[in-house]
């Protein structure tokens, strides 16, 4: 009998092979070192192996961790001072993010405490998308989280004060700054801790980058071989600077510079008619749908359903603390369904079993990631989550004739329920705490930051009495 380090067994297993959900009932999943060594049913395992230490997931689900393909994890210090305004950035985030810029130390703090929090909720992978990367990395190295990188490059000035509607004014040497330390990011990490770090290239925006810098980074993603990770039509702010700049709408405009193929994950398509949608995934570029944050921001539902029609490289994605404002994918799972069934006026799409593999074995895929994780799969790398399904709001379980596990998850789970964590073949989670950082300790520290912050960003907020954020505090709504 062969012996492994880990095993679950009884599980309600969704292994998310195939095109569906891959469900296994009494089923169980094997580990050695990193790698899924077995999957299949208990007792067929039972026969062939033994381990280290065997789990008995009687009442569980254990399926594929969850990812979470776009998020701003230094952003989480802002976490609820931007929403439920016109012009998210200049009139909400801003003020707040010149000030916890300047402090590193306190940006990392905030990572720290999104990471735990993603975690608790079923996270394993992020596409962590901020900066400074070389250093925010760190975070995913001591949680053991999985992490796609990229630095967040743009040409805009540190100060920023361009007014709504004005076309922004490059600082290419900032952008420089940015350019280089993306590219030591990439030399200095990709690959790291056991193929656990992997990192891509981060134009922010092709608003917020000159032509110039766009096309650097493109032949440098040839270079490097790697994936070009970017917000593309983000809201009309970004339309609004593409006319005035270039004549064309952003879709046509990156076409044109040979952005629109295989290693182009595309953020949000705000703004993307359908047609420029189906175009940019018929040449094969990946699409991460923030449903959360663009439904909060914009009050859009971006045009998924036109993606899926050419490609099934749909991700999905948390985006940032102040404009979402959690990162918990359970909760963009159900946010997705709901707010597509409500653009098609059609509850038949988008439905739970595709939407699930949104947040997992479609995931991957747009990411990159697909051989390596996304399923349990024999060979994959050893991602999982067990979750209580004795919890009140996923219970009853019923199997015949119509199996809720599901629907359950997607509509009705909070993220609490995850009950463990397995990250590359290490127990991240167990018995729902976060095994290798202090939670309470990240949250405390967490919170003196942005206590140390808040008086500063008061006073640039002194010229801004007359904007929506402070009117609400003045009117006694916040
Ligand atoms: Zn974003």
Redesign the pocket.
């Known amino acids: 009998m062969k012996k492994l380090d880990l095993m679950f067994t009884h599980a309600w297993l969704l292994t998310m092979q195939g095109t569906g959900v891959g469900f296994i009932n009494d089923g169980a999943v094997g580990i050695l070192g990193n790698r899924i060594e077995a999957v299949g049913e208990t007792g067929e395992l039972m026969e062939k192996y033994t381990a280290e230490r065997i789990i008995d997931a009687s009442g569980k689900v254990v399926m594929p961790g969850l990812i979470d393909a ?3 994890s230094g952003d989480a210090l802002i976490r609820g001072v931007s929403q439920d305004i016109n012009n998210w950035m200049q009139h909400g985030i801003w003020p707040y993010s010149q000030v916890l810029r300047k402090d590193t130390d306190a940006v990392l703090k905030g990572s720290l405490m999104n990471i735990v929090e993603a975690v608790k909720a079923g996270t394993t992978t992020f596409c962590d ?1 901020d900066s400074p990367m070389t250093e925010i990395i760190q975070n995913h190295v001591k949680a053991g989280t999985r992490v796609r990188a990229a630095e967040m490059i743009n040409e805009m000035p540190a100060v920023k004060n361009t007014k709504v509607g004005e076309l922004y004014v490059f600082d290419p040497e900032e952008g420089r700054k940015r350019l280089q330390r993306n590219i030591d990011l990439i030399k200095e990490w990709n690959g790291k801790e056991n193929g656990r770090i992997t990192c891509m290239f981060g134009p922010q925006g092709a608003d917020m980058c000159s032509e110039e810098m766009l096309k650097e980074i493109r032949s440098l993603a040839e270079e490097y071989d790697t994936s070009i990770h970017m ?1 593309v039509a ?1 809201g009309d702010r970004e339309i609004n600077q593409m006319i005035q700049r270039y004549g064309k709408r952003t879709i046509p405009y990156l076409d044109e510079i040979g952005y629109l193929d295989e290693r182009l994950i595309a ?2 398509l705000t703004e993307a008619d359908e047609e420029e949608t189906e175009y940019l995934a018929s040449k094969g570029a990946g699409m991460v749908l ?1 449903s959360g ?1 663009i439904g909060i921001i914009d009050g859009i539902v971006p045009p998924a359903a036109a993606f899926l029609r050419k490609s099934t490289r749909l991700a999905l ?1 948390s ?2 603390a102040p404009g979402n404002n959690c990162n918990n994918m359970f909760n963009e799972m159900k946010l997705t369904a709901i707010l597509n069934k409500c653009r098609a006026k059609d509850p038949t799409v988008f439905p739970a079993g595709k939407v699930i593999r949104m947040a997992t074995a479609e995931a991957a895929k747009t990411i990159g990631l697909g051989d390596e994780i996304g399923t349990l799969e024999e060979g994959k790398k050893a991602d999982l989550i067990m979750i209580d399904m004795s919890q009140p709001a996923l219970s009853p379980v019923i199997l015949s004739p119509v199996r809720n596990i599901v629907p359950n998850l997607v509509y009705s789970a909070r993220g609490n329920e995850v009950e463990m964590s397995v990250i590359d073949g290490r127990i991240v989670m167990e018995n729902f705490k976060v095994q290798t950082v202090d939670e309470k300790k990240v949250v405390k520290e967490a919170q003196e930051a942005a206590s140390k912050m808040e008086n500063e960003v008061s006073e640039l907020f002194s010229g801004m009495e007359d904007t929506p954020l402070m009117r609400m505090m003045k009117n006694g709504e916040l």
Do not use: K, L, N, Y
């Open positions: 776009h998020i701003h998308f917000h983000q953020v949000h923030c944050s994605g985006d940032q």
